[in-house]
């Protein structure tokens, strides 16, 4: 699937991807809990320029990744949801899979940030694991 839609639960923002996605990661990092209330974050990278709003303005908040640099984490405005990260220094976005219309198809291909996992976090056995970010680029990306 080449072009992907997806958007908030209210409907507000939407958006698509004109590109195929890179892979699907797990997040573990404190950050992405607090984002999704507890559970790490499941995430799949587009190209940075693949992704267009069609239809309203997320909001972005922004706090230093991993990294040291910024990241900008996109949401919507009215509900809440969660839709994506943005990073300067990368050239790709990471897509919450919840805010894709159908994700049905898609699988992990690694979990990073494992050193801030919960010990209730489920693994999936076999994918790589990180205590941080993996190094560039991630394998099956």
């Not at 809440?80 to 291909?109: E, M, R, Y």
Request: net charge neutral; hydrophobic share 30%.
């Amino acid at each position: 699937m080449t072009e992907r839609t997806g958007g908030c639960a209210c409907g507000a923002i939407r958006f698509r991807i004109t590109a195929p996605l890179m892979g699907v990661g797990v997040c573990h990092c404190t950050d992405c809990q607090k984002a999704s209330g507890g559970g790490p974050n499941y995430v799949a990278l587009a190209p940075i320029t693949a992704l267009e709003v069609t239809k309203g303005d997320a909001k972005l908040y922004s706090s230093k990744g991993g990294s040291g640099e910024d990241v900008g984490r996109g949401f919507c405005p009215d509900c809440g949801t969660s839709l994506w990260g943005l990073s300067p220094k990368v050239t790709f976005a990471t897509i919450k899979l919840g805010a894709l219309d159908h994700n049905s198809d898609l699988t992990p291909d690694l979990h990073l940030y494992t050193s801030s996992a919960q010990p209730w976090h489920l693994m999936h056995e076999g994918l790589p694991t990180f205590p941080k970010m993996p190094p560039s680029p991630p394998p099956g990306v």
